[in-house]
């Protein structure tokens, strides 16, 4: 099995939502991108989030939305054996320093789990932490095609109310 790594995480003090993933798949690694994989919908379901049409654009410029928006993204997982792209084909997770991360944004309000292998292993490692909302949404990954685009984004549009500037 092949050792797979987490990107850098994208936050800065003007983060008030963190999306967190579980560990980058194949296609997001090769091109060193999160959510990079053509058929996952994160940036369409994001892009409901922050009222922008994300998947239209390129990458960095993305990236640059998601920060002026207040959005950050990680993964729950640092590295772990993996072969393919399936979460459940993980093997030997390491976690990511989530506490370590979420202790120097301080506007964050919200860590949002994509799916429920971050939101298992997220919740784990935020367990007692206070101050925070911890919202579980539908995995954007197409393995998870049990719902539609359109149902998925209606859980995922829970994040405006904290993206507001008032929120």
């Known amino acids: 099995m092949t050792v797979k790594r987490a990107f850098a995480p994208l936050a800065d003090d003007r983060t008030r939502v963190l999306v967190l993933g579980s560990l980058p798949g194949d296609a997001s690694?090769?091109?060193?991108?999160?959510?990079?994989?053509?058929?996952?919908?994160?940036?369409?379901?994001?892009?409901?989030?922050?009222g922008r049409d994300l998947h239209a654009m390129?990458?960095?410029?993305?990236?640059?939305a998601l920060r002026v928006a207040g959005v950050g993204l990680w993964d729950v997982i640092a590295s772990a054996e993996r072969t393919g792209s399936l979460d459940a084909a993980i093997r030997s997770p390491q976690a990511a320093d989530l506490r370590g991360l979420i202790s120097g944004l301080p506007n964050l309000k919200v860590v949002a789990f994509n799916g429920a292998t971050a939101?298992?292993?997220?919740?784990?490692?935020?367990?007692?932490?206070?101050?925070?909302?911890?919202?579980?949404?539908?995995?954007?990954?197409?393995?998870?095609?049990?719902?539609t685009l359109a149902e998925k984004a209606e859980n995922w549009a829970r994040l405006k109310?904290?993206?507001?500037?008032?929120a």
């Open 29 to 50: 690694l090769k091109a060193a991108q999160y959510y990079a994989h053509p058929q996952n919908g994160f940036w369409r379901l994001i892009g409901v989030a922050i």
């Open 58 to 64: 390129a990458y960095s410029d993305r990236v640059e």
């Open 119 to 147: 939101a298992k292993g997220g919740r784990k490692i935020l367990a007692g932490v206070e101050g925070l909302t911890l919202i579980d949404l539908p995995s954007s990954s197409p393995a998870h095609a049990s719902r």
């Open 161 to 166: 109310a904290f993206l507001a500037e008032d």
